[in-house]
């Protein structure tokens, strides 16, 4: 299950969009998962196979959180505890549970936990709040998803790719000299550069695993970008970008920022669709140079902690 994406807490949506009474399908690292409201109000999550014949739980029905199966209508609790088998009084329900996995809601997130035994809590940015109006929105690309968070996390790209928006000021610097700064801190990296010796705005942190917040604040303002890289499968990538922010507050104004960040995505996908090989290979496959530290860095954690494989470390 979840291969290789085991044992890690994920950010899987807008914990608004998880209505009570409605399962809510989702797909993490090749599983179905559903999500659904127990009777508490809780986000719960079960994969999505009934125990039984194998069909999607969420194409079933939730009632007073509980979900029932649309096959042969078993009910199972939060918990994957079967609570029911219609026409077998007999049944021993006990043997006959679905598979439930930790989920969290917080900062307005949802949260997965990619194995059954979680080692702490999922670590939420400390700008996610009350006063911080949250909007999201996703694309779907064909790619690994390991490709897509390195681009995430790369900012030479930026007067190439994104040369008639975000990246059109640097476009006169490209001669001089990019310092990046990469430091390891506990939930991952942090990401500064200097141009010429000078920094420059626009900080960046890698929250491992598949996350990464862009801090673009205004003066006294919060202005992030928080980007998602879901792994759906083993070629396609969920790409969530949440805009946090805490002034313009008011809904009608999502379209403002939604406008902008799709057109930005819209110009990073065929250049990360074009990867070869689909996935991030080992260093060592690749010619990298001073300013990729972040994605090196970034590597290193995918193989040694998602892959389990050792790195070799070679000077650039
Ligand atoms: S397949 Fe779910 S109850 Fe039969
Ligand atoms: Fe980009």
């Known amino acids: 299950m979840f291969r290789d994406f085991a044992n890690v807490w994920t950010i899987v949506g807008l914990a608004r969009d998880l209505v009570k009474g409605k399962p809510q399908p989702l797909r993490v690292a090749g599983q179905r998962i559903v999500f659904f409201r127990d009777a508490e109000g809780k986000p719960v999550a079960l994969v999505d196979i009934c125990p039984h014949r194998g069909v999607a739980l969420s194409l079933g029905s939730v009632k007073d959180g509980v979900i029932q199966c649309p096959f ?5 609790d939060g918990a994957g505890k079967n609570l029911g088998v219609p026409w077998n009084p007999d049944a021993k329900c006990d043997t006959l549970g679905a598979t439930a996995l930790p989920a969290r809601e917080g900062g307005g997130l949802l949260w997965l936990y990619t194995g059954f035994d979680p080692d702490g809590e999922p670590h939420p940015s400390s700008s996610l709040g009350e006063r911080i109006r949250l909007f999201a929105q996703s694309v779907t690309w064909r790619a690994h998803w390991t490709r897509v968070m390195e681009n995430m996390l790369d900012q030479p790209h930026l007067p190439f790719v994104h040369k008639r928006t975000i990246g059109r000021g640097l476009i006169p610097l490209v001669d001089k000299r990019m310092d990046v700064i990469c430091e390891e801190v506990d939930y991952g990296l942090r990401v500064s550069n200097k141009i010429d010796g000078e920094k420059r705005p626009g900080l960046l942190d890698y929250r491992y695993p598949n996350a990464m917040e862009l801090h673009i604040d205004p003066p ?18 969920k790409l969530t970008i949440y805009t946090l922010r805490d002034f313009a ?3 009608i104004f999502d379209a403002v920022f939604g406008w902008l960040n799709r057109r930005i995505a819209e110009e990073d996908r065929a250049i990360v669709e074009s990867s070869l090989p689909p ?4 260093p060592e496959e690749e010619r990298s140079v001073r300013t990729d530290a972040p994605t090196l860095a970034f590597r290193r954690l995918y193989r040694q902690r998602l892959l389990g494989t050792n790195v070799v470390e070679r000077e650039i």
């Open 72 to 76: 042969h209508g078993w009910r199972f």
């Open 220 to 237: 006294g303002k919060i202005l992030r970008l928080f980007a998602v890289c879901q792994p759906l499968d083993e070629d396609t990538t």
């Open 279 to 282: 996935s991030a290979p080992p």
């Open 249 to 251: 507050r008011a809904p």
